[in-house]
């Protein structure tokens, strides 16, 4: 049974910078991709960021992100990280990690195991 466990959310100020983790467990394919996704109030969820495990970690951004968010993988630990910098109010979101075999593009946000989240708030 996939596990996914996210952790690092809470309340930050405008321009401020956080860390989540992702931690996996149970997954028994070898070759996978793991995402970011958020979901703000009262808004359809949205990707954030994806990486492949395998190979050289290819990444994808979505362009609400770019060059702010960083997403990385720790393959000992089987932890996905999402660094996000610059942070601002319209970032406030529940974040959500996810995972899938490697079958499709990077950015085809279309996943099949889900963690349960955590809040993100960024608010002077």
């Known amino acids: 049974q996939v596990q996914l466990v996210e952790s690092g959310g809470m309340l930050v100020q405008p321009g401020g910078s956080l860390r989540l983790s992702c931690a996996v467990s149970g997954r028994t394919f070898t070759n996978y991709d ?28 979505a362009d609400s992100v770019k060059g702010r968010f960083t997403i990385s993988r720790d393959n000992a630990k089987n932890t996905v990280y999402l660094q996000m910098n610059s942070l601002k109010p319209e970032d406030t979101a529940v974040y959500y990690c996810a995972t899938r075999p490697s079958k499709l593009l990077l950015s085809t946000p279309e996943y099949d195991y889900w963690g349960q989240g955590t809040q993100v708030t960024v608010s002077s």
């Open 34 to 61: 793991m995402g970011w996704f958020r979901q703000a109030p009262g808004k359809e969820r949205e990707f954030v960021a994806a990486i492949r495990w395998s190979g050289g970690g290819s990444t994808y951004y």
